[in-house]
Nanobody
Framework: QVQLVESGGGLVQAGDSLRLSCAAS????????MGWFRQAPGKEREFVAV????????YYTDSVKGRFTISRDNARNTVYLQMNSLKPEDTAVYYC?????????????????????WGQGTQVTVAS
């Protein structure tokens, strides 16, 4: 079992930055592709970003390309999401997730059902 705990969310102004962290326990994250998803009030959960096991590959949803960066530190068993130039439409609960379908191209890991473990989420609110 893998337990994931997100942190780093908060209330910021449009244009500000935040860095989310996802700390894992129970097992090493080094054998999992890691993703970030978000869910805004009244909307379905959506994919944000994914990173491969070795950080060699990343993939982002179009709305965050150039603003968000996903990274991982396998030694610290932690995954990060650096969010710059935040917009009000980025307001959501952000979840990290671990996928054992590590051999798949990261661009195919955009659906929630491909992930095995999920964190409890951290709220990000961007005021205009």
């Amino acid at each position: 079992q893998v337990q994931l705990v997100e942190s780093g969310g908060g209330l910021v102004q449009a244009g500000d930055s935040l860095r989310l962290s996802c700390a894992a326990s129970g097992r090493s994250l080094s054998t999992y592709a890691m993703g970030w998803f978000r869910q805004a009030p009244g909307k379905e959960r959506e994919f944000v970003a994914v990173i491969s096991l070795s950080s060699g590959s990343t993939y982002y949803t179009d709305s965050v390309k150039g603003r968000f960066t996903i990274s991982r530190d396998n030694a610290r068993n932690t995954v990060y999401l650096q969010m710059n130039s935040l917009k009000p439409e980025d307001t959501a609960v952000y979840y990290c997730a671990a996928s054992n379908v590590w051999a798949a191209p990261v661009a195919t890991l955009t659906e929630g059902y491909r992930y095995n473990y999920w964190g409890q989420g951290t709220q990000v609110t961007v005021a205009s």
